[in-house]
Nanobody, 114 residues
Framework: QVQLVESGGGLVQPGGSLRLSCAAS????????MNWYRQAPGKQRELVAI???????TYADSVKGRFTISKDNAKNAVYLQMNSLKPEDTAVYYC????????WGQGTQVTVSS
């Protein structure tokens, strides 16, 4: 059983920044990878970023150069630093891990609007 709790969402103006956090129950080092997804209203959930056990990362083309995924094994946490935010980044952001089963957090709302 894995519990994931996201935080850090909110309302931000275009061009602004937010840092999302995902706190996991237990050690995150056991996971091959941890992921951030997002789901905008009326759209399918999409993969935003991946961070693997060794630290390598992958990003969706739409966020490359603007978002940075990182982790802190000691704190059992994964982060998503989001810069130069655009209105199209508005979505509920979810932390995700696959460990036998697929686990999701409850999500955190990010709204980019002036």
């Amino acid at each position: 059983q894995v519990q994931l709790v996201e935080s850090g969402g909110g309302l931000v103006q275009p061009g602004g920044s937010l840092r999302l956090s995902c706190a996991a129950s237990g050690s995150i080092f056991r996971f091959d990878a941890m992921n951030w997804y997002r789901q905008a209203p009326g759209k399918q959930r999409e993969l935003v970023a991946i961070i693997r056990r060794g630290g390598s990362t992958t990003y969706a083309d739409s966020v490359k150069g603007r978002f940075t995924i990182s982790k802190d094994n000691a704190k059992n946490a994964v982060y998503l630093q989001m810069n130069s935010l655009k209105p199209e980044d508005t979505a509920v952001y979810y932390c995700n891990v696959v460990w036998g089963l697929i686990y999701w957090g409850q999500g955190t709302q990010v709204t980019v609007s002036s």
